[in-house]
């Protein structure tokens, strides 16, 4: 860029810019056009030097359209399409060329492909008044040179068609004109059975002469033609030629309307005669013209047709004028029948012999020079190439070399392009030989320039064109890059720009793309639009599934090698396409066809924290809730879904939406329907863990989600990779207690026989293990699944057999399990836990740190009274700890049997420091309110210590109300806290029997945490006359006394 900047101010001299081109300044620069496409600054230093070379000489304009520089420059335009002024900078100088007619001509060489891109880029920028105002005028002059383009092809056509008919006037008159009296006389006189040479020397004269041709038929000439040859066995050689020919000559000068050669079975027997290849040696073909197109019209009916190979040697016939003639008026129908016999697969397999290919092949490259010959040619050789033999065979006739000929004699033949496209594209068919001929003679490159010089061809062009392009892709993944290398995917890109509307060919060319996307390539491909190319078949209707579909599959594939790459995943969410699959996925929920591809495609974009929360924006979730239960009976949609939402679930801020969208349970109910399909399965395993592991889902879905969990876990006990992630899935059950207790004996049971069926996957008894230690953080879970399963009988002979590495995970269970409730402490002690512990601290008497669990394990099962802070082995880390969602938990209905929680219970026995206003001279005193552990005692002190810390305390059985508010109105102010909260707000009385007793708290909710615990200690008193944490031996307490 600095060289061209100074070459600019260089430029100023006098005489610099003659310099500059005479050595060669203007290729220069072309070349660095070229060569930095992408850079905006090279871009705009190089097109001011263009326009003042342009100044000094402006034949430098037409000289820079000769060496490409159109579609450099609208390469250019393409790659920077995202920069306003390299779009203008481009725009202007385009307009500038565009003045000059001769420089039109390199505007119109690509088709509508420029076209197309001037008018998106004056679209793309309509506040730009430079840009706009450039488009307008090239767009203008291309449109004007076009019509007149097309005028003067129009006139060339009647000029050439008048010649013709001149041409045809000007044939010599054989014979004079006849009346139809004379005729019939004539016919009269001669014999159907023995007729001579002389007789159609005769005859040939009469019908030579336009004139009489329809007086020949009325008069019944074409019936005595028919009838004669089909005697023509009877004839001698020169006789049965000269009848042949009469009969040509006659056909000749007949309108088609005069022409009564119908399907019927006598014209079928005498055509069969005439083209009969042992009667017809010593025939010239190129005489026989006339025939042969009324064969091709007789032909048109397939019923015709197949009734006259089964007549005769129809293609043995074709085949002999096909190699032999040398008149385009016979080769060419001749080809052309036999392209039409092709059609029928089992007439070509007879057909296809080495012999008859190599006429062929022989015959195409004698009448190179005849492009409609070459055009039938080429389609009968597509057609007999229909199985890997014949393809084979093809291959060693050098077939592919010939064909690369005729690409290479027409390539301003569209047609004849397409047809040897055809041929190649049957060629290449699974055929790694002939694949491998056609990399070696350039069919790829031959191809792909043929489809940037006819942008406007149809259908069939392009269809066969790009899927010979596939065929190669798919056979070799050095052939999709070689094809690469030369800018394949730009030019299938552009069809796709040409043909948005064309199913078929959008189908192919996502193909292709899709083949031509590997991780090397697929930033380039990314950089040529072609997501802005691929976005509105996405907007499309059912009745273009296919195409829409393919799209899709190229957006996937593109966004699997892009998700780990910012700037890929940039042009992603610049063009778009998150939003475009989106509302596709919308509109087609109930379609299956397309539906799965598209979650699919929305599976790898998710990858993308933007597109992951833009996808659950647009409301993605619900569609996918909806679909599930429509189309359930598409397995790959339901596999394709749960993945999209696994994916979606990676990114927390989608969690609440996701639960929100009450998709979970409709998983769940997938997950049971397809239990068998371990990718499904796993998808919802993984889902379930992440939502899950937050505690105010995992309370909302757990009714739905806990049993399939179950079930998903049953089935799979032979597998040890699902049981890995059936166990992750539970463990996030864990972390709430009724979530916990719920699933706690089911998962005992299953915990039990995956550690008996996988006995030897450390691993897998690992997770089982840190399993049941999370569960047992649980008190009532530990408690259920203890006491309605083995599984403790299962973990303490962990004790006797357990590895090493498996011994810390197992104590840490029987840790936890020590410190749930008294019934487990009272199964371990008839279990004679303690016993094997001490067998295992024999065993491991040398690691200091089992020796120090084992002790702290037996110390838990002996204490009854159970305080939170002995909780310090290890990783146990209770959730009752956390009491944030007790205090926000719903009030239920007590029922009989009421047990307080052990997080309350925590609460009470651990006490606080408030207030009580003991009224009277004792006034307002500090005092540690709290309950004693085996919950018969309400405690508080006068004072905080020393002798005024005497603790007073109350039975449990004597309270009778909890109350908020204030007793004592004269002493509320004495000591009270410095608060600006009312006093009645922060204030509770507890009523006993005998006693009133009022405290104040620092808050509200301190208060309230008070009068919701004192309250659940009275039901629990209540319910419980005798707690679980007394010890009775022979009637008497022992462990607790009357005071404390």
């Known amino acids: 860029n600095g060289e061209l900047e100074y070459l600019i101010s260089l430029s100023n001299q006098k005489g610099a810019l003659k310099t500059m081109v005479a050595l060669g300044g203007l290729q220069a620069v072309v070349d660095i056009l070229r060569e930095h496409n992408q850079n905006p600054d090279v871009q705009k230093s190089s097109l001011a030097l263009l326009n003042k070379m342009a100044d000094e000489d402006d034949d430098i304009l037409l000289a820079f359209c000769e060496m490409g520089g159109v579609e450099i420059s609208c390469k250019a335009m393409r790659k920077l399409f995202n920069v306003e002024g390299a779009v203008e900078n481009e725009m202007v100088f385009l307009s500038r060329c565009s003045e000059n007619k001769e420089c039109l001509e390199y505007f119109l060489k690509a088709g509508m492909a420029n076209a197309r891109l001037l008018a998106w880029a004056t679209k793309a920028y309509p506040e730009n008044e430079a840009t706009t105002k450039a488009g307008i005028s090239i ?38 004109k006849r009346t139809l009296e004379e005729l019939q006389f004539i016919l009269q006189g001669l014999d159907v059975n023995s007729t001579n040479y002389e007789d159609f020397e005769g005859l040939l004269a009469i019908v030579g002469n336009p004139e009489n041709s329809s007086l020949f038929v009325e008069a019944g000439g074409l019936d005595f033609m028919m009838d004669v040859l089909l005697n023509g066995n009877n004839m001698d050689d020169e006789t049965y030629k000269a009848a042949v020919i009469c009969f040509d000559t006659a056909l000749g000068n007949m309108d088609k309307e005069l022409i009564n050669l119908m399907g019927d079975s006598k014209a079928m027997d005498m055509m069969m005669q005439v083209l009969n290849p042992k009667r017809a040696g010593g025939l010239n073909w190129d005489n026989l013209g006339n025939t042969m197109r009324a064969v091709v019209t007789m032909t048109e009916d397939s019923v015709v047709l197949n009734g006259m190979l089964e007549r005769g040697d129809l293609k043995g016939a074709l085949m002999m004028i096909s190699s032999e ?67 084979d065979l ?71 064109t790009v899927r010979l392009m596939l065929n190669l892709c798919k056979q070799n993944k050095s052939y999709a890059e070689e094809i690469q290398r030369n800018e394949g995917d730009m030019r299938i890109i552009e069809v796709i720009y040409s043909n948005t509307d064309d199913d078929a060919v959008v189908k192919f060319c996502c193909r292709v793309l899709e083949r031509l996307a590997t991780r090397s390539t697929y930033m380039a491909i990314l950089e040529n639009s072609v997501i802005h190319a691929l976005n509105p078949a996405l907007s499309r209707g059912e009745e273009h599934a296919e195409s829409v579909v393919a799209v899709m599959k190229v957006i996937d594939r593109l966004a699997q090698f892009s998700r780990s790459n910012r700037d890929a995943m940039g042009i992603f969410i610049a063009e778009n396409a998150h939003r475009a699959v989106a509302r596709c996925v919308s509109a087609h929920r109930d379609n299956a066809n397309i539906m799965t591809p598209a979650v699919e495609c929305l599976a790898q974009l998710a990858h993308d924290e933007t597109c992951s929360i833009t996808i659950v924006k647009m409301r993605v979730v619900e569609v996918l809730r909806d679909a599930l239960v429509e189309i359930a009976y598409d397995e790959r949609f339901c596999k394709s879904a749960m993945s999209l939402i696994d994916r ?31 990718p ?148 371990m002690k008839a279990q004679s836990v303690i016993q094997d512990l001490k067998e295992t601290k024999v065993r491991f008497s040398s690691i200091k740190h089992v020796v120090d669990q084992c002790d702290k394990i037996i110390e838990a099962i002996l204490t009854p009274k159970v305080d939170v802070n002995d909780l310090q082995f290890d990783s146990a880390e209770p959730a009752f700890i956390d009491s944030a969602f007790v205090w926000k938990e719903e009030k239920k209905k007590v029922e009989a049997g009421y047990t307080i929680s052990m997080k309350l219970k925590n609460f009470l026995t651990a006490g606080m420091e408030i207030k009580w206003h003991a009224g009277g001279k004792k006034g307002v005193m500090d005092t540690h309110l709290h309950v004693s552990k085996n919950l018969k005692q309400i405690i508080w002190t006068k004072g905080l210590g020393g002798v005024g810390g005497k603790a007073k305390s109350m039975g449990t059985w004597r309270m009778r109300r909890v109350k908020s508010g204030v007793k ?18 922060r204030c509770f009385v507890l009523m006993g029997e005998d006693a009133v007793l009022a405290f104040e708290c620092p808050t509200e909710v301190t208060r309230n945490k008070w009068i919701k615990a004192l309250e659940a200690l009275k039901l629990h008193h209540k319910e419980h006359k005798k707690l679980a944490t007394d010890w009775v031996n022979d009637g008497v307490y022992k462990g607790y006394t009357a005071r404390v």
Not at 355 to 361: A, I, K, S, Y
Not at 431 to 451: E, F, Q
Not at 659 to 676: F, L, N, R, S
Not at 968 to 985: H, I, L, N, R
Request: glycine share 4%.
């Open 394 to 464: 093809i291959g060693e006739l050098q077939g592919v070399q010939v064909l690369a000929k005729v690409m290479d004699t027409y390539p301003d033949r569209a047609d004849v392009i397409e047809k040897a496209c055809y041929a190649l594209r049957a060629l290449s068919l699974k055929n790694n030989v002939n694949c491998g001929l056609m990399m070696r003679y350039d069919i790829h490159t031959k191809t792909l320039s043929a489809m940037g010089d006819h942008t406007g061809a149809d259908t069939r062009f392009w269809i066969n």
């Open 139 to 176: 767009l203008t002059k291309l449109r004007d040179a076009q019509n007149e383009i097309y005028l003067l092809k129009k006139k060339e056509e009647e000029e050439l068609l008048l010649e013709a008919q001149a041409k045809r006037e000007a044939k010599i008159k054989a014979g004079g």
């Open 968 to 985: 004592f109105s004269d002493d509320w102010g004495k000591k009270a806290y410095k608060t600006k909260v009312p006093m009645e707000e």
């Open 680 to 827: 499904l399965v796993s998808k919802f395993l993984s889902s379930c863990l992440r939502i899950c592991s937050y505690k105010s889902y995992a309370l909302k879905l757990a009714g739905s989600v806990i049993p399939q969990i179950v079930k998903i876990t049953a089935h799979y006990l032979d597998n040890d990779t699902m049981l890995l992630a059936c166990f992750g899935a539970m463990g996030s059950l864990t972390f709430l207690p009724q979530t916990a207790k719920l699933i706690s004996s089911k998962s005992c049971e299953m915990s039990m026989k995956a550690m008996k069926s996988h006995y030897n996957h450390t691993g897998l008894q690992r997770s089982v293990l840190e399993y049941l230690s999370g569960l047992f953080l649980q008190p009532k879970a530990a408690e259920v699944g203890i006491l309605e399963t083995k599984i403790l009988a299962d973990v303490v002979g962990k004790l006797k057999t357990s590895e090493d590495t498996l011994l810390d995970n197992t104590l840490t269970v029987l840790y936890h399990a020590s410190t749930a409730t008294n019934k487990v402490k009272d199964q």
């Open 325 to 391: 003639g040398t008149d385009e008026a016979c080769l060419i129908p001749a080809m052309k029948t036999l392209a039409r016999v092709s059609n029928d697969k089992d007439e070509m397999k007879a057909f296809a012999n080495p012999e008859n290919l190599r006429m062929l092949l022989e015959a195409m490259r004698r009448h190179m020079d005849k492009p409609d010959f070459i055009l039938y040619a080429c389609y009968l050789l597509g057609n007999l190439a229909c199985n890997t033999h014949i393809q």
């Open 648 to 678: 979606l679930s990676y990114n927390t801020a989608n969690i609440s939406s996701i639960v929100d969208a009450k998709i979970v349970p409709v998983m769940a109910d997938v997950a049971e329907t397809y239990i068998e399909s371990k």
